[in-house]
């Protein structure tokens, strides 16, 4: 006998013996004796079959086989000093250019959440060592919710919702509406009628809604304003913007000193024009409520009326030479360093207390901001401009 034939026998005796095994209740069936001869005979050409489809698959993936490219070693990163955002002059002349190819296309209503890479801060320490080397001619804000955009408290309270869509009512009109209003309430105060700014820096300290938008010098203050809010179940955030290019980008985009922000009667000026620039600039008020001493804060006014805060700085950074630094930055400040924040910042003095040292009457701003939301109601409806 062949060694091919013991082969041939051994296999078909395992095949039994594995059959009877594995169907012990089927013996005595006359068909089972068959089903297992018959197969015990066929297992060769099944082993062959087999092994003719094996081989057809592996020349299937000869041919297709592609021999792989050598991948280049990773440059090494870029040594960036603490806090600088990486590869920030390359993503402002991406941006630029990327706009340039879309002449007459406008800025979404928030372009800077898509363009300032947002840094992350999980401890107290991360969050200092981001905002400290800045302090200083670098101005913050906190917001309770890092999805929120940068939009004044005027732009939210003039918008009109449609179940199609949303506008906004006209905002000087709504602006020079509850100023008059205010205006009647707070007669008594010795305060210029032509001082435009100290007036809208007034309205907004009493919570009447404004073209202007809240900053402080202290990160820290910052920082209390965006973790102080039980109400938020998600991140924070804290903005910061370097004052030293915010004025002169401003002046150079309005052909102006950069000491006309600080003349009162220029700045009035500037922020009565309706033919202006889009730019953001900071105010300087005469008036100073207790609270803004307090805050260390300081208001950024946008000149253009029908456009958001955000899209204002956006244009700025667009029409202006690319620095080599950022000059807007953001960081986000998980959700679970709310409780601590406020403990530590509470130690260092800062609180509630300490930020609103005196309790103002804000009836007449109550009933300035009725009547602004009245108005807005109004006009939605199609009752009134």
Not at 39 to 60: C, D, H, N
Request: proline share 5%.
């Amino acid at each position: 006998m062949t060694d091919w034939g013991v082969i041939y026998l051994f296999g078909m005796a395992l095949f039994v013996v594995w059959m009877m095994a594995e169907y012990p209740d089927d013996r005595n069936k006359p068909e089972f004796y068959f089903f297992w001869v018959l197969a015990a005979t066929m297992w060769p050409w099944m082993l062959a079959i087999l092994a003719i489809g094996y081989s057809v698959k592996g020349i299937a993936w000869l041919i297709r086989y592609e021999r792989p490219t050598k991948t280049p070693a990773p440059l090494p990163p870029v040594r960036q000093s603490k806090p600088m955002q990486p590869a920030w002059s390359e993503q402002v002349d991406f941006a630029k250019a990327w706009w340039k190819n879309k002449p007459g296309h406008l800025f979404p209503d928030d372009p800077l959440e898509h363009f300032v890479v947002p840094e992350r801060a999980a401890s107290w320490h991360a969050y200092h060592s981001w905002a400290y080397p800045v302090e200083g001619r670098w101005c913050f804000r906190g917001q309770a919710d890092a999805a929120w955009g940068l939009h004044t408290s005027l732009d939210r309270a003039v918008k009109r919702e449609y179940h199609n869509g949303y506008d906004h009512r006209n905002r000087r009109r709504s602006e020079d509406e509850t100023l008059a209003k205010f205006r009647q309430a707070f007669g008594h105060i010795d305060l210029d009628g032509e001082d435009l700014a100290s007036w809208l820096c007034l309205m907004q300290h009493h919570g009447v809604p404004t073209r202007l938008m809240d900053w402080t010098y202290s990160s820290d203050v910052a920082l209390y304003f965006a973790m102080n809010d039980d109400t938020v179940n998600g991140d924070a955030v804290v903005w910061a913007i370097d004052l030293d290019w915010l004025e002169a980008t401003a002046a150079a985009r309005l052909g102006v000193g950069v000491d006309t922000f600080r003349d009162s009667r220029e700045m009035n000026a500037l922020m009565r024009r309706t033919d202006i620039m889009p730019v953001v600039m900071s105010v300087n008020t005469r008036h100073k409520a207790a609270r803004m001493t307090a805050q260390k804060g300081l208001h950024l006014c946008k000149l253009v009326d029908e456009a958001h805060f955000d899209q204002m700085l956006m244009t700025m950074l667009y029409h202006s030479p690319t620095t080599q630094v950022p000059v807007i930055r953001r960081i986000v400040l998980a959700h679970e360093l709310r409780a601590e924040s406020v403990e530590r910042l509470a130690a260092n003095g800062i609180s509630k207390a300490t930020l609103f040292p005196a309790k103002e009457v804000d009836a007449a701003g109550r009933e300035a901001r009725d009547t602004l939301r009245l108005n807005v109601e109004l006009s939605r409806l199609g009752l009134t401009k």
